[in-house]
């Protein structure tokens, strides 16, 4: 089979048993890889109301058919699991080498099941598999895990690893490639613990087959000169996607204060100095990457003195400024490098916080419940408090738990401080800048994600098209941010597209740089050997969407969860939109119906038969 290893390799740890598997060319051809494969092995292999800390519970590595090629942005690795903060779906991808090496040692997938009797951690090596004692890495950071084990067996491994917060089960921990790139969502990091699985260690050389390898790689270096011939996307390397504090900002794309506001108006200021002060320069999450917009940062500041190393990009650094009314950088900067060792989602971590802070404002939280007072803007307190929770020590061991279950715990209005949809906090991007955003948010198979499957503000606020009017997307320059009709016609096309690089294993940056339908489906016919069009593409979308959508409507998902809080969907209290009316949210009952309808769903968000039967989802029993 072209543009794939042909095999997926499943991990019993309860027996310690290997088996690998054929992947089959049907399951290639309808679900391509990534996480739309995953969600369709999670239906097929678990059962209804799986606890995510069981042995039941699958914590699946899926690449794609772009992994481990020339296809510009394709070193990407997607993390399915059912996730422990949110009971539901969970997919959260990384930029690293891992995925194209994984691929190169024989596998387009690795199924991870069952729990270890001790700590252990993998060693793969194409053929060669092993079962080791993790004893010797328990309790190390992340960055230290990666550079034991690439000291103990070579630098040509690539790693995976959970830190401490995994190993102590926080519920937004994350899984981290490479030293600093993380499968942040969600908590795979506590999947990954509960399996008492600390790190898989992956080396591989095999080639993979192309079917028309000289076309494919003329149409990939095209592509590539292609989009690096415009001119914005120049910048990422530049700026990356912190360089967008100020734009954000501006545009009233900025939850500030916990959600009490959209946007702050530091924006611009907390950008320049990170450039003069903590930024040292761009690079690539993986070999080849042509965009680079991973940032290599540093403080030399005395009191949050931080060494090189790879992160504090435009979410993490927002959910240690905006969210917590902090403005100092170098403060910033060490929180996010902190929550990189500790293994702790940026965004949930920073949403958790300024949640508490809010908490702590109404008298919910008291300082004698917290061993501290905690004001806004308080990093002293904001570093203890990470490390509380990483060790869910004191008021740490219920933050730990998130916003939903730790406001559920406090009850006296904690609810309407905690801003989440489906218990997953939301990111540092605000639907009262352009309302398709809002729709992502709510209908998301993971929770409040922007980038699952794609920032639909984007589209309204910023103008991106994707290449997708020729397949009905209206004209970005004709529609207001602010129109709420019309938004559910065409989430429902971005949203088909927005899947695709989780399903091929490419960076979604990618498509907003300038990758259309077309482009992708070109490449992907001339690795294949398929026959693919733009239209066969987004319908694939289309299908890799409703299957996750499947998999949470049996956990009992319906519309009922698919409602933003009541603060995301109000005028902001302070700041440049305090007064612009047309931001706030009128009728998302009507967005949202709209969307249903588009989708072939009913009312309640479920599938229809009828469009279950035209995706060839019909065998879902849900």
């Given amino acids: 089979m072209y543009g794939y290893a042909g095999k997926i390799l499943r991990i019993d740890l309860t027996n310690s048993l290997i088996k690998k598997e054929v992947l089959k060319e049907k399951d290639a051809r309808e679900y391509l890889g990534g996480s739309a494969l995953a969600a369709k092995i999670m239906l097929e292999e678990m059962s209804k109301e799986t606890d995510p800390f069981s042995a039941e519970n699958k914590l699946i590595f899926a690449t794609g058919p772009f992994v481990g090629t020339v296809a510009p942005g394709s070193g990407s690795i997607n993390v399915s699991f059912k ?37 252990v951690y993998l060693l793969i090596d194409e053929d060669k598999i092993e079962f080791l004692d993790a004893n010797e890495i328990m309790g190390l950071s992340t960055s230290e895990k990666n550079a034991y084990l690439k000291k103990k067996h070579g630098n040509d491994y690539e790693i995976a690893c959970i830190g401490p917060a995994g190993e102590n089960l926080v519920l937004y921990s994350v899984i981290m490639f490479d030293g600093d790139r993380a499968a942040g969502r969600s908590g795979g990091g506590a999947v990954m613990g509960s399996k008492n699985l600390y790190a898989i260690a992956v080396r591989g050389r095999k080639n993979i087959e192309i079917y028309n390898k000289d076309e494919f790689t003329k149409v990939a270096r095209d592509l590539a000169k292609k989009l690096l011939s415009i001119p914005g996307n120049l910048g990422m390397k530049e700026d990356g996607t912190t360089g967008d504090l100020a734009k954000c900002d501006n545009a009233g794309d ?10 702050w108006g530091k924006g611009q200021e907390i950008y320049g100095k990170f450039k003069s002060n903590n930024l040292i320069s761009g690079a690539p999450c993986y070999k080849g990457c042509i965009l680079q917009c991973k940032r290599v940062v540093k403080s030399d500041s005395e009191k949050w003195k ?22 100092d950088n170098d403060a910033a900067v060490y929180a996010t490098y902190l929550c990189n060792e500790y293994g702790l989602d940026t965004i949930s971590a920073g949403a958790a916080i300024a949640f508490a802070m809010d908490c702590y404002e109404n008298g919910i939280l008291t300082g004698k419940d917290i061993g501290m007072d905690l004001k806004w803007g308080d990093m002293d307190a904001t570093i203890s408090l990470l490390k509380d929770i990483t060790f869910r020590k004191g008021i740490g061991n219920l933050l730990a738990d998130g916003v939903l279950k730790a406001a559920k715990n406090l009850g006296h209005g904690a609810e309407e401080l905690a801003i989440h949809v489906k218990g997953l906090e939301g990111a540092a991007h605000d639907p009262r800048s ?48 602010y129109d709420e009709k019309g938004k559910g016609i065409a989430s429902k096309i971005l949203h088909d597209y927005g899947i695709i690089p989780d399903m091929i294993g490419m960076c979604k940056f990618y498509i907003y740089a300038g990758l259309t339908p077309d482009d992708l489906a070109l490449e992907l016919s001339l690795l294949t050997g398929w026959n693919v069009d733009g239209k066969e593409l987004l319908r694939i979308g289309e299908r890799g969407y ?75 029993k849900v």
Avoid at 254 to 263: C, E, V
Avoid at 603 to 616: M, S, V
Wanted: hydrophobic share 35%; proline share 6%.
């Fill in 434 to 481: 352009g309302k398709a955003l809002a729709l992502t948010y709510a209908a998301s198979n993971v929770g409040m994600s922007h980038i699952h499957p794609v920032e639909g503000m984007a589209y309204d606020a910023y103008k991106v098209d994707f290449g997708l009017i020729p397949y009905g997307l209206k004209d970005p320059n004709q529609v207001d941010r």
């Fill in 306 to 327: 931080t060494p090189v190393h790879g992160g504090a990009e435009y979410e993490s650094i927002s959910a240690f400024t905006a969210f917590i009314l902090n403005d």
């Fill in 546 to 620: 409703n299957v996750q959508r499947l998999y949470n409507v049996r956990e009992g998902i319906s519309r009922k969860d698919d409602y933003l809080p009541k603060r995301v969907l109000s005028k902001p209290e302070f700041g440049k939109y305090s007064n612009v009316d047309e931001c706030t949210i009128k009728d998302f009952d009507f967005m949202l119906d709209e969307y249903y309808e588009a989708r072939g769903w009913d009312k309640n968000g479920i599938p229809k038969i009828e469009k279950l039967k035209e995706l060839d989802l019909d065998w879902v």
């Fill in 83 to 119: 996730s422990p903060l949110t009971g539901i779906f969970a997919d959260s991808r990384a930029g690293s080498d891992f995925g194209p090496v994984l691929k190169k040692a024989g596998y387009d997938v690795l199924i991870i099941e069952g729990k270890a009797e001790k700590p």
């Fill in 254 to 263: 900025w939850p500030t204060k916990n959600w009490r506001s959209n946007s």
